[in-house]
């Protein structure tokens, strides 16, 4: 720990005379939740530049924290949960930033032995909800919880909404010949699993009723998906599912006049980028707090789900069919609405 300067001190209160010299904060997965953390780092090194900060995360997702500028060390989660604690132990850190906080984290936190700040999960308040349909949650998105965790170091959330850091070189171009020469919608048709997924049917349906050139975005299991929803729905829609790295599918979203999509992580990833936003909720819910995070901007965001739906939410994370095979939370959605909007955002847009 070191001393602070004044204006640091100011920003602490009269009290606290220490803060860390190193810090660790760990968050393991996935895409959505990393992009998340993205204002804990920018506010911790801004407010407190002095601050050494290290993020610990799967290897797999490295790719999303290597630009980030307010990070400087990742360490990265392979195979071997030792290995990562051997190798954080030799960094001597002052304070450990757990935004992840399950058993692994927590065997971290005990081997290196220092003083740590844990986010709360509210795992009974999301049991009640999903089990009793009682709502105890907090009127908090998860970045404000996250925030939570650094507020004692002084820290304020500055209101400027998530990062998205993308290497030099890898963003498409706005001339790319895969890409719509004229404004286009996004349309993010992927997500981990089935009940936070529009049905086929109802993703044709909806191309065919918005009349703007629509590019299809998600991973390579995406692409048989959005083969049939082109040959269905016809029009000008551009299928690059499986196409494009996670960079490269940001980049495509730069370019989008509008984003409608699922709750996944090119979600947060428009959000970061301040697009105008169309999310549709299937057995999940906002209330959860991961809707799209754009503070003082929420005209952006309308959020699409059916609402009063005794069943919903019947999972916190999603499963691969429907339990009651009726699947309402989604087959009831008002696709009528998403196309209202959609043209409300466009007129301006084209005038």
């Known amino acids: 720990m070191n001393k602070l300067n004044q204006t640091e001190r100011s920003q602490l209160g009269h009290n606290t005379l220490m803060v860390p010299k190193k810090v660790l904060i760990i968050r393991f997965s ?7 953390c993205s204002p804990v780092m920018r506010c911790v ?13 799967k290897k797999q997702f490295n790719y999303l924290l290597e630009s980030n500028p307010y990070i400087d060390q990742v360490h ?7 290995a990562l604690i051997k190798a954080l132990s030799s960094e001597k850190f002052d304070l450990i930033i757990d935004l992840h906080h399950n058993l692994r984290t927590a065997m971290i936190k005990l081997r290196l032995g220092v003083k740590s700040y844990s986010f709360n999960k509210l795992n009974l308040q999301k049991f009640l909800m999903v089990k009793l349909k009682v709502n105890k949650l907090p009127e908090v998105h998860i970045v404000d ?22 290497p030099v070189g890898i963003a498409l171009a706005r001339r790319d010949q895969r890409l719509p020469e004229t404004s286009f919608l996004a349309l993010v048709i992927g997500a981990k699993f089935s009940t936070k997924r529009l049905p086929n049917d109802k993703l044709v349906a909806l191309c065919r009723l918005l009349k703007q050139p629509i590019v299809l975005l998600g991973g390579p299991e995406d692409k048989e998906r959005g083969d049939f929803i082109k040959a269905a729905a016809e029009g000008a829609i551009y299928n690059l599912c499986g196409e494009l790295s996670f960079h490269e599918s940001v980049s495509v979203l730069q370019h989008a006049s509008i984003v409608i999509t699922h709750d996944t992580g090119l979600m947060h990833a428009a959000a970061a980028l301040k697009k ?9 819910i906002p209330e959860f707090g991961m809707y799209p995070y ?23 994370i999603g499963y691969d069919a429907c339990p009651k095979a009726h699947f309402k939370c989604m087959e009831n959605i008002e696709l009528k609405t998403i196309e209202q909007t959609v043209n409300q955002i466009f007129k301006p847009l084209q005038a």
């Open 30 to 36: 996935s895409i959505g939740d990393i992009i998340l």
């Open 294 to 316: 754009l503070p003082n901007q929420q005209t952006l965001n309308l959020k699409m789900e059916v609402s009063h739906l005794a069943c919903r939410p019947c999972s916190k």
């Open 276 to 284: 105008p936003i169309i999310s549709i909720w299937g057995n999940t």
């Open 76 to 82: 990265l989660l392979e195979s071997d949960l030792s």
């Open 145 to 166: 919880r996250y925030l939570e965790c650094v507020t004692k170091l002084g820290v304020v959330n500055d209101g400027q909404g998530l990062d998205y850091f993308m």
């Open 45 to 57: 090194k801004q407010q407190f530049p002095h601050i050494s900060i290290h993020f610990a995360t």
